[in-house]
Each structure stands twice: as structure tokens, then as C-alpha cells.
């Protein structure tokens, strides 16, 4: 186990550096000048060089990137180019917003997903097999902003049952009423993936000796399902959601946009429209670590509930 | 969407060549329903890309505020009504699949060559190349794809091309794990053996060797990909980039029209959307099929 752990943590220390280097890259070496590229095409050469100076984007590519990644490892994007205040203000708080509605979209999408694909599972081959694997299927490639609009109509405008967007604040409930379309949106897309793993989970706890002997000797279905069934296929799931998580962060950012929730999707969103270059660096690497730190976790947690990694066997 | 095609015919017995094999998977596609329906969901949407016209008479750029908000269905000459506008939503619909049918199947064909390339070579040579690499792919595909096209959109000015290319390198590595993997199972085969002693260039096993015999994963992979493709690209446009503002596409259509929704105004993003659901599930449809016929 020590030694996977290690593994799995040197792996991450190099993602975090690969990551490092990407964001560096793509927003700084690719286009001719940041400052050309903030201040448009028209702005006369002078007061461009002065950005750029500014923004410290001049002298040797190797210095400039050991300059931002020493700041950028203590937590140091820079200063906005829009706000002028420190970017880390900006991310840790928007931070906030989107881990409460990742959160509470997780909280909804397990449980459904574990249960949807262990009666998928009970059902295997029949109709309602059928129509919970196609309608999860459907759901999971549909992009989140038409799932999102559906949500809207039909829940905000038509029933008038929930706000059709907004960031919340105020008391927990009132908080949960501004998060449910979003995480719902979300949930929509992430319960195909779930309940699919699920369902591959529980056909086969089923159809193994430890549930025939727990049925031979006595035990009733639902303890069976629950105690064997149920949390054999919550390893898998756990899995899916690690392979997930940089597609859940990645839909925040359009989900966010629809129902103008200040999260940091939105705030990558409105940087890249402003081309706040700092401000965007900082989010976007931001957002990267935390899946990264998300799929390592998930990791450990898979390697922790499964005793053949555990103890260390070969696949 | 599990709907495999149905079994084949009980006694076929072994097919002799690997034209039969190719005649008999054919066979079990095109009795596949799931297959079919994707298809003609699909031809349906290629066919509005490249003749909008024929299928929408009217202008789809045609402004008249006064007209504007028109209810749906067959109002005032309108099929499915008019936008904020005034311009005719079900013609806007139509002329919005061209973008995305360019930019999809564009940017994922170059994802398949540079995925097919880097996956042969990971599989084929192995050794520090390959842990290297390994290392990077797993990097990035921690990195959702999206953020970092946002990203070098912001730092590029992002023509159709730049999107293309864009999103194709992002594909790209993601792919060659799948290569990789087919790749790593082929390379100790007896007929990879043989051409080695008989001393053929590392390109030529590569590519007229190996390649014919990992077609199918490949194929599986571009139909997932392109589906991907197409979610990446509406997400882009949705988001403001990578098309013009006023310009039919489904993502930007639906971006600039989503705050009539709360007038109960639903036609001009709803309609759109269902265009793109109707996309992207068919493309899923098509793969589906496919990934059952091949895993038989």
C-alpha cells in the first residue's frame, strides 16, 4: 500500500508540473504579444510594450516561467488585469461557490446512480433495464446547456418552482433552492456514466458465489442486495466519478454561464471573454490541481476499499 | 442504446477471408436498428450542411423586428416561429448544422492522425518514449479539454481553423491510449515477429502491418471522439467563441437567446438545442452499433 501511495503521488507532483507548463504555455508563448492581445489590434506599439512590461511578459521564456510558477505554488497568480486585485481574492471565493455545487451534485447523483444501476441490473434484458441504460445514455452526451435550458423552462418558467439562476446566499434552504437546477443539470449528465458502472458492479456481485452462499444461507433479499450487491458496485462507481471529475469541473463552466452562478466556471468564462490573461491563468490552473487532487483522492480511496491493491498483487 | 446487432446467421460458419469478415460485419450493421436510425439522423444533418437551401426556403439572415417573437407553429409564413429579431427560427435551425458538421468531423480526423501516429510509435517501440508520453497523456486528460481550448482561444485569435487544430491535439493523445493499448496486444504476434526477421523499416510494420489489424478500435474511437467533437464545439460556441455574433450556429443561437426563456419564450433556444440532442445522440447511436459489432 505505501508504496502505491507513493507511486500515486509522485504521479501527481508530475501532472501538477505538466500543468503548470501548459497553462504557461497556451496563454503565454502561442500568441505573438499578451499585450497586443488584450489592447486589440489598434492599440499603437508604445502602450502595448508597456503592458507587456507591466505583465512581465518580456525577457527569456525560461526565467518568465520559474517567475510565475514560484508565485503561482505559494498561491500568487498576479493582479488582475481587469479588477486589479490580487487573482487568488477572486478564485478562492468563487472556489467556495463551485465546491458546494459540485458537492451537492454528487450528494444527489451516487445515490441515484448506485440504485438506478443496481435495479438496472435486477432487471437485466427487461424494459425498465432498457429505459433506465438509453435515457442515462442519452443523457450523458447531450451538452449540459440544452439539459440546463430544459431545466429552466420547465422548473423555473413553466411550474415556477425554483429561481432559474443566481448565486446563492442567505439561509441553507434558500441556498439549496438557487443550487438544484444547476446540480440537477449536472446530475443529468453524470448519472449515465454512474449508473452504467454500477450496473456492470451489481451484474456481477450477482452472479457471483459470496451472494449465491449469502442467499443459500438464509439471508433476506434486501440484506443481501445491500450488504453484498449494493457495495460491490460502489467500487466501480467511485472509479467512473474519479474519470469524471475533469468533465464535471469542465461542465461547471458552461452550466455556470446559464444560470449565472459565480462560481469559478463562470469565472474562467467571463476572463477569457475580457481577456483577463493573469486571472484566467490563475483559475484555470486552479481548476486543474483541484482534479487532479480529486482523481488522486478517488484513487486512494479505490486502492483503501480494495484489499488486491491494498496488499499490494499484481493485476 | 445497447441494442446490438441482432445475432448473425446461426451457421455462417468460419469466414474464409478477410473480405468475407468484412461482408459479414456489414451484414450485422445494416440489420442493426440502432445503426440505421443514428445513420438517417445523421445524413439528415450532412445534408442540411451542405444544402441548407434545399431544406430551408427562407433567409435565415432575413431581419424584421417588427415580426418578432412570432409563435410557433405555421404563423405568418413562419414553421416554428421567429427569434428576438425577427428572423425565421426553423431556417436559422437548418443553416446552423454547417458550422459544427465543418468543425467536428475536422477536428477529429486530426486527432485520429496524430492519435494513430503517437499510439503506433508509444506501442510499437515502448521503452522511455512510451513512460514519457505516458506520463504527459495522463496529465492532460486530468485537464478538461474545454478549459484549456478556452485558454489558447483567449491568447489566439480563433478562426475556424485555429479551433479545428485546437481541439484535433487535445483529441489526439487521448486517442493514442487507445492505439496504444490495441497496439501493445498486436506487437508480439507472430506476423510482427516475421516481418521484423525478414528486416522490414519500423515505419512499414507500423503502418502496413499493425495498422490494418487495429482498423476496428480506431474506428470505435473516431465515432466516440467526433461525438465529444461536437459537445466541445457547442460548448465553445455557447460560451462566445469560435463563431460570430448573430450567426445561426446552435451553440451561439442558443447562448444569445436564452434570456427570452424566462418570457416563456422557448422556441428560439429550445429548437436549437433539440437539434444538437438529436446530433449527438445519433453520432452516440452510430458508435454504439459499431463498438457492439466489433466486441462480438
Not at chain 2, 440502432?34 to 445534408?47: C, D, E, N, R, S
Request: aromatic share 8%; glycine share 10%.
Amino acid at each position: 500500500m505505501a508504496r502505491y501511495v507513493l507511486r500515486r503521488f509522485g504521479l501527481a507532483v508530475i501532472t501538477l508540473f505538466i500543468l503548470s507548463i501548459v497553462v504557461f504555455t497556451v496563454s503565454a508563448v502561442l500568441p505573438g504579444s499578451v499585450g497586443r492581445a488584450i489592447l486589440g489590434p489598434f492599440a499603437d506599439k508604445r502602450s502595448v510594450d508597456q503592458l507587456n512590461n507591466e505583465l512581465g511578459v518580456n525577457g527569456p521564456l525560461l526565467n518568465r516561467y520559474f517567475r510565475w510558477a514560484s508565485h503561482a505554488i505559494r498561491g500568487d497568480f498576479g493582479n488582475s488585469y481587469k479588477y486589479k486585485s490580487p487573482v487568488m481574492d477572486f478564485v478562492s471565493k468563487s472556489l467556495t461557490s463551485s465546491l458546494k455545487l459540485a458537492l451537492l451534485t454528487l450528494v444527489i447523483v451516487v445515490p441515484l446512480g448506485v440504485i438506478g444501476g443496481t435495479i438496472a441490473a435486477l432487471r437485466q434484458g427487461k424494459a425498465l433495464d432498457r429505459i433506465i441504460t438509453i435515457t442515462g445514455l442519452s443523457l450523458a452526451v447531450t451538452p449540459e446547456f440544452v439539459i440546463g435550458i430544459v431545466m429552466i423552462l420547465l422548473f423555473a418558467v413553466k411550474l415556477g418552482w425554483l429561481p432559474s439562476g443566481g448565486t446563492p446566499k442567505g439561509a441553507i434552504l434558500d441556498q439549496l433552492k438557487v443550487m438544484l437546477l444547476p446540480a440537477l443539470t449536472l446530475t443529468a449528465i453524470l448519472f449515465g456514466y454512474l449508473s452504467r458502472m454500477a450496473r456492470a458492479g451489481a451484474i456481477e456481485a450477482l452472479n457471483s458465489d459470496y451472494t449465491r452462499t449469502a442467499t443459500l444461507k438464509g439471508l433476506p433479499r434486501h440484506v443481501v442486495l445491500r450488504r453484498h450487491v449494493m457495495r460491490n458496485s460502489l467500487l466501480p462507481t467511485i472509479a467512473v466519478i474519479a474519470s469524471q471529475m475533469s468533465y464535471l469541473l469542465g461542465g461547471l463552466l458552461v452550466t455556470e454561464t446559464l444560470f449565472n452562478y459565480r462560481g469559478l466556471g463562470l469565472l474562467v468564462a467571463d476572463a477569457a471573454r475580457g481577456k483577463d490573461i493573469p486571472m484566467l491563468m490563475g483559475a484555470v490552473f486552479i481548476v486543474g490541481a483541484l482534479a487532479m487532487m480529486m482523481s488522486l483522492l478517488a484513487d486512494l480511496l479505490i486502492a483503501w476499499l480494495n484489499p488486491r491493491v491494498r496488499l499490494g498483487a499484481k493485476q | 442504446m445497447t441494442d446490438a446487432p441482432e445475432a448473425g446467421t446461426p451457421h455462417a460458419g468460419p469466414a474464409t477471408s478477410s473480405k468475407d469478415i468484412r461482408k459479414e460485419l456489414r451484414g450485422l450493421l445494416y440489420r442493426s436498428k440502432t445503426f440505421i436510425v443514428g445513420m438517417l439522423i445523421l445524413a439528415f444533418w450532412v445534408f442540411c450542411a451542405i444544402a441548407p437551401g434545399v431544406v430551408a426556403r427562407q433567409d435565415p439572415a432575413a431581419i424584421e423586428p417588427a415580426s418578432k417573437w412570432i409563435h410557433p407553429f405555421f404563423k405568418d409564413g413562419h414553421f416554428i416561429g421567429t427569434d428576438r429579431r425577427g428572423a425565421d427560427v426553423f431556417s436559422r435551425v437548418i443553416h446552423g448544422a454547417r458550422e459544427i458538421m465543418i468543425i467536428a468531423p475536422a477536428a477529429t480526423i486530426v486527432g485520429t492522425v496524430v492519435g494513430v501516429v503517437l499510439g503506433l510509435a508509444m506501442g510499437y517501440f515502448r521503452g522511455p518514449l512510451d513512460d514519457i508520453l505516458s506520463r504527459v497523456i495522463e496529465a492532460l486528460m486530468s485537464l478538461p479539454v474545454i478549459l484549456v481550448t478556452l485558454l489558447a482561444l483567449t491568447a489566439l485569435t480563433g478562426g475556424r481553423l485555429t479551433i479545428i487544430l485546437l481541439i484535433g491535439f487535445l483529441f489526439g493523445p487521448i486517442i493514442a491510449r487507445t492505439v496504444r493499448a490495441a497496439v501493445l496486444t498486436e506487437r508480439n504476434l507472430d506476423y510482427v515477429r516475421a516481418a521484423e526477421l525478414r528486416g522490414e523499416r519500423a515505419s512499414y510494420i507500423m503502418f502496413a502491418e499493425i495498422l490494418p489489424n487495429v482498423f476496428g478500435p480506431i474506428v470505435v474511437e473516431f465515432t466516440v471522439r467526433l461525438g465529444y467533437a461536437v459537445f466541445t464545439m457547442a460548448g465553445l460556441a455557447f460560451l462566445g467563441f469560435g463563431t460570430q455574433p448573430g450567426s445561426p450556429d446552435w451553440g451561439r443561437s442558443i447562448f444569445e437567446e436564452r434570456s427570452s426563456l424566462l418570457s416563456d419564450v422557448w422556441w428560439p433556444s429550445m429548437m436549437p438545442a433539440l437539434a444538437l440532442a438529436s446530433l449527438v445522440v445519433a453520432i452516440n447511436m452510430v458508435a454504439d452499433a459499431i463498438q457492439g459489432m466489433i466486441d462480438r
